[in-house]
C-alpha cells in the first residue's frame, strides 16, 4: 500500500500569509495527487486535481506543484474562509485512493 | 455541479447492519463513477468502497472487505452502502462522492455533507 504522509500535522498563520503543506508519496506515484479542504460539518471540497490544475471554483491563490514523491500546496494570500483541514489524496493506485493525514491551519 | 444527500445513518449495535443511500441531482448519475468516504472522529478521510458508472465493478478497502457491499440504481439516481457485521471501529461520519473522471485518476469533485454511523451498545 502507498502510505501518505503530511506535513505539518498542523500550523498558524494570519490572514495574508502565504502558507506551504507538503505531502510525501511511499512510493511514486507519477502527477496522480490530489489536494481537498474540508471544514467542520461541511462536504470536503476539491481544490486541486493532478498535482497542478485548479478545480473549477476554486480560488486561484491555491496552487499545487510536485511530481513523483514529493508535492506541495501553496495557499498565496491566506484569506479567513482558509481556515481549514487539508488532505492529499493519491490516485496512482486508483481505484483505490489513499488519503494523508491531514493538515489543519489554524488562525495565529 | 450536482447534489448528494446521505441518509440513513444512526445507532446500531455492534455486530449490526446498516443501509446508507445516497440521492444524486444535477449530474448524470448513470455515467459517473462513486465513492464512499468515512471519517471517524477526530480522525482524517479514509476511502471505503468504490463503485463504476454501470455498477459492474467495485472495490472495497480492506477493512471492510467481506462486510461492506455498495450498490447502485441508476433508475433512482441513488448509491447504496449495506454495512454487515458492524465494529466499534466503523463509527465514523460517512461521505458519497463523485469521481471527478470515470476512472477515479482526477479525484472527487462532488462530495454529499455526510451521514454519521455509531457502532456501540
Known amino acids: 500500500d502507498i502510505q501518505m504522509t503530511q506535513s505539518p500535522s498542523s500550523l498558524s498563520a494570519s490572514v495574508g500569509d502565504r502558507v506551504t503543506i507538503t505531502c510525501r508519496a511511499s512510493?511514486?506515484?507519477?502527477?496522480?495527487l490530489n489536494w481537498y479542504q474540508h471544514k467542520p460539518g461541511k462536504a470536503p471540497k476539491l481544490l486541486i486535481y493532478?498535482?497542478?490544475s485548479l478545480q473549477s471554483g476554486a480560488p486561484s491563490r491555491f496552487s499545487g506543484s510536485g511530481s513523483g514523491t514529493d508535492f506541495t500546496l501553496t495557499i498565496t494570500g491566506l484569506q479567513a474562509e482558509d481556515f481549514a483541514t487539508y488532505y492529499c489524496?493519491?490516485?496512482?493506485?486508483?481505484?483505490?485512493?489513499?488519503f494523508g493525514g491531514g493538515t489543519k491551519v489554524e488562525i495565529k | 455541479e450536482g447534489q448528494l444527500l446521505e441518509s440513513g445513518g444512526g445507532l446500531v449495535q455492534p455486530g449490526g447492519s446498516l443501509r446508507l443511500s445516497c440521492a444524486a441531482s444535477?449530474?448524470?448519475?448513470?455515467?459517473?463513477?462513486m465513492s464512499w468516504v468515512r471519517q471517524a472522529p477526530g480522525k482524517g478521510l479514509e476511502w471505503v468502497s468504490s463503485?463504476?458508472?454501470?455498477?459492474?465493478?467495485?472495490y472495497y478497502a480492506e477493512s471492510v472487505n467481506g462486510r461492506f457491499n455498495i450498490s447502485r440504481d441508476n433508475s433512482k439516481n441513488t448509491l447504496f452502502l449495506q454495512m454487515n457485521s458492524l465494529r466499534a471501529e466503523d463509527t465514523a461520519t460517512y461521505y458519497c462522492?463523485?469521481?471527478?473522471?470515470?476512472?477515479?485518476?482526477?479525484?472527487?469533485?462532488?462530495w454529499g455533507q455526510g451521514t454519521t454511523v455509531t457502532v456501540s451498545s
Open positions: 462522492a463523485k469521481a471527478k473522471d470515470v476512472i477515479y485518476l482526477y479525484g472527487l469533485d462532488v
Open positions: 512510493q511514486s506515484i507519477s502527477y496522480f
Open positions: 463503485i463504476k458508472s454501470s455498477g459492474e465493478s467495485t
Open positions: 489524496q493519491q490516485s496512482y493506485t486508483t481505484p483505490r485512493p489513499t
Open positions: 444535477g449530474f448524470t448519475f448513470d455515467s459517473s463513477a
Open positions: 493532478s498535482t497542478s
